[in-house]
C-alpha cells in the first residue's frame, strides 16, 4: 500500500469517526424525544418500587421527561440488572440496582448473566437508608441478648427470611451469625413484601430489612425492632440501638439504591441524566418525600458510585469466604 493510500484510509477513518461522533452528539442534544423505561429490581410495593415513583414523578417535573416504571423482581436483583445490561445503549432504558448485583453476586456467582464491569454504566448513587433487625412480634426475645440467648439454646430451631443470595438483608444475618458464634436456617424470598409478610405472620423468625418497609409494622406492634445496622440510629426508631452499640462492630448494612444504565450509553446522556437525578433528589420536596420513607439522599458522580461498589466487593468477600457463603 502506497503512502498516498495509507493516508486517504486514514482520513476516510477519522472522518468517520468524527460522523460518529457527531451522530453521537445529535442523539444527545435531542434525548429525551421519547418516554424512558426505569427497570425496578422488585415488585410494586417494595422499597426499591417505592424510590422509583418518587424519583420517576421528580425527574417528569424537573426535565418533562415521561418515565415509565418496568418491575423486574427476581434473583435480588440480577434479573433487572440484566435487563438493563442488556438493552440498547440509546439512554432510553435505565435502572434501579440495590447492592447485590453489583457487589455480593459477582463474588458469589460464577455465571452472572451479566457482566458489571463491561456491561453496565454507573450513573449515580441516589439514596440510601438504613436497615432494621425485626423479630414477629410471638417470639419472646425482647432485645439482642435475648434473642442470642435463645439462638444459642436452640441453634437449629430459627428461621430469617432473605431476598437474593448476595442480597444485603442476608449479608447482614450472616454477619449476626458470625459474631454471635449460633446458627440460623435462611428463607428466601421473591422481594421485601414477602418478607414481611412471612416475619409478621410466623412463617420465619426474623429478617434484616429496610426501614422504609419495616417501619409501620413496627409501630403497629406487629414487628419488634430490635436492632439498626448502620453507623448511627434512626431518627424515627430512635429507640432502637445500632448492632455496634451492642456490641457487633462492623455490620453495617445500608440498602443502598444506585442509578445504571447499559455500557456505551453517549457520555453526554450519563452526564445528564447523573445532573437531572441529582437535581430532581435534592428538590426540598422530594427530599421530604423521601425523609418519609426513611431514605437519604446521596446523588454521587460515578466515580464516587465506583468506589461504594469497590468497597463493597472489598467487605462482603472476607465474609462468604468465612461463612462459605454459596448461592444455593
Partial sequence: MSKR?????????????????????????????????????????????????????????????????DNKPGAGGAVAVNAVAKAPPDGYTVGITPPGPLGADTLLQKRLPYDPAR???????????????????????QDMGQLISALQKDPDKYT???????????????????QSGTKMTRVAYAGT????????????????????????????????????ASARRSAVLAAVPTLKELGMPGIEADSWMGIIA????????VNRLRSEIAQALTQAQTREKLRTQFMEVVAS????????????????????????????
Fill in 160 to 178: 430469617y427470611a432473605a431476598i437474593g443470595a448476595g442480597s444485603v438483608n442476608r449479608l447482614c444475618m450472616e454477619l449476626v451469625i458470625q
Fill in 262 to 269: 447499559p455500557a456505551g450509553t453517549p457520555p453526554a446522556i
Fill in 5 to 69: 493510500e495509507r493516508l486517504a484510509r486514514a482520513c476516510k477513518a477519522a472522518g468517520a469517526i468524527v460522523a460518529l461522533c457527531g451522530s453521537m452528539m445529535a442523539h444527545a442534544e435531542n434525548w429525551p424525544s421519547r418516554p424512558i423505561k426505569l427497570v425496578v429490581p422488585s415488585t410494586a410495593g417494595s422499597t426499591p418500587d417505592v424510590f422509583a415513583r418518587i424519583l420517576a414523578d421528580a425527574l417528569h417535573a424537573g426535565m418533562g421527561a415521561t418515565i415509565v416504571i
Fill in 119 to 141: 456491561e453496565l454504566a454507573l450513573v449515580t448513587l441516589a439514596v440510601t437508608q438504613a436497615n432494621v433487625l425485626v423479630v414477629r412480634d410471638s417470639l419472646k426475645a
Fill in 193 to 228: 413484601p414477602q418478607a414481611i409478610l412471612a416475619v409478621v405472620s410466623g412463617e420465619v423468625d426474623m429478617a434484616c430489612l429496610p426501614e422504609q418497609a419495616v417501619a409501620a409494622q413496627v409501630r403497629a406492634g406487629k414487628l419488634r425492632a430490635l436492632a439498626i
Fill in 301 to 328: 458522580t460515578p466515580e464516587a458510585f465506583a468506589r461504594t461498589v469497590q468497597g463493597d466487593v472489598t467487605r462482603w468477600k472476607s465474609l462468604i469466604q468465612t461463612r462459605g457463603i454459596s448461592v444455593d
